[in-house]
């Protein structure tokens, strides 16, 4: 079949295409021409990619903060200084208090709490778009987005509590892995104003 | 590639799937420097090339699981088609202007050597000797159309041809191609 080799080449259009598709045995015939054609890749020489590659990755796939509500927890722990570690023993930080829901125009749903020291972001319902990213993104007035992270089905972002009056909070669809550009690149799916922080 | 090195990729998507960073960051170190020269192929040396080999790894470790051995998959094989198919949308959308004329002529050119890095499996030496064994204007035409997005029209501008003498020029192509493979 050796329309499904063209197909492969990204060279079938229009009428074909659907000729071709509607062919059962043309998902298999795809398959057998992708590894053959595939060896044209193998003939491309190698090159070392920079080490910024890798730490883009490595930076997106971490874990989260996977424990949801008590996240406010741990980061009152890690900005904190021995003694006053210590003294957490006697009195731990306050719990954080809702300030915000984030809805956007895909019907997702995120809630928004404030702690001393860190500003919570947790899904309420909210999926993780297939071949897209979720990217979250802080404005104060009269300033360029500053992007906070991805948002992620099963875990809380939570960031150092900013300060400040008339901040927004909102969402952009991005491409994998979020921005490549340090601003929103794709569309504003949702936003919401922090009362004052 | 070796069965060996074939066994330990697949081995590593598995672990990928089950969600274990170490793994990729393996992947990476084997992989990487392949893919990123097949995304720099089609992309040019270019940011775009560098976001598309971000992509290719974020896209792995959520799909690894869709990775399927058993039916003789090779894992790079797997790899190298994430990769194409990323960078070309890159290249589709814009984010690299589309080739001049003097990079389509370098794409159109035949490339002597580039061949001796294949790697020793029999298989892939089988397919790129029946490669090699087609009219060089079939070869050049799929080449382009591989790594340059192109399409039947765009082909035949380039090498001053009909359309359909550019369709009969590839179709002949992979018919030959095909019966060069199933002669081994």
Redesign the interface.
């Known amino acids: 079949m050796?329309l499904a080799?063209?197909f492969v080449?990204?060279?079938l259009?229009g009428e074909e295409l659907a000729r071709a598709e509607a062919d059962a045995r043309f998902p298999a015939a795809v398959k057998v021409?992708?590894?053959?054609?595939?060896?044209?890749?193998?003939?491309?020489?190698?090159?070392?990619?920079?080490a910024?590659?890798?730490a883009?990755?490595?930076a997106?796939?971490?874990?989260r903060l996977a424990v949801r509500r008590r996240v406010w927890w741990l980061s009152g722990l890690a900005g904190a200084a021995i003694a006053a570690a210590v003294s957490l023993w006697l009195t731990q930080p306050a719990p954080p208090r809702d300030i915000a829901t984030l809805t956007t125009t895909t019907a997702w749903r995120f809630d928004v709490q404030v702690s001393a020291t860190a500003l919570i972001i947790s899904p309420e319902i909210f999926s993780v778009p297939a071949g897209k990213s979720a990217e979250l993104w802080l404005i104060a007035p009269h300033q360029a987005p500053k992007p906070l992270g991805l948002l992620d089905a099963h875990a809380a972002l939570a960031v150092a509590r900013p300060h400040g009056t008339g901040l927004v909070l909102a969402v952009s669809l991005e491409?994998?892995?979020g921005s490549?550009a340090g601003l929103p690149t794709g569309p504003v799916i949702g936003e919401v104003m922090l009362t004052k922080l | 590639m070796d069965d060996a090195a074939r066994a330990e990729l697949t081995a590593a998507l598995h672990r990928i799937a089950g969600g274990d960073r170490a793994a990729l960051k393996f992947l990476y170190e084997r992989t990487g420097a392949k893919l990123f020269g097949l995304c720099q192929r089609i992309l040019g040396e270019s940011a775009a090339a560098e976001d598309a080999l971000q992509e290719v790894f974020l896209i792995i470790w959520h799909k690894a699981g869709q990775f399927d051995a058993s039916h003789g998959s090779s894992p790079i094989t797997w790899l190298a088609a994430i990769a194409r198919n990323r960078a070309l949308d890159y290249l589709r959308a814009g984010k690299r202007r589309f080739e001049d004329i003097d990079a389509a002529a370098e794409i159109l050119d035949t490339r002597p050597g580039a061949e001796a890095m294949l790697e020793t499996v029999e298989r892939d030496q089988r397919l790129a000797a029946c490669l090699n064994g087609l009219e060089p204007r079939a070869q050049n035409a799929i080449r382009a159309a591989f790594f340059g997005g192109q399409t039947y029209d765009s082909l035949a501008r380039q090498a001053g041809t009909k359309l359909a003498t550019m369709k009969s020029l590839i179709r002949r192509g992979l018919l030959q191609l095909r019966a060069c493979l199933s002669h081994g």
């Open positions: 050796v080799g063209e080449l990204g060279l259009a021409w992708q590894d053959r054609l595939m060896v044209l890749a193998e003939t491309v020489p190698p090159a070392t990619p920079p910024r590659v890798w883009k990755i490595s997106t796939i971490s874990p491409p994998p892995g490549p």
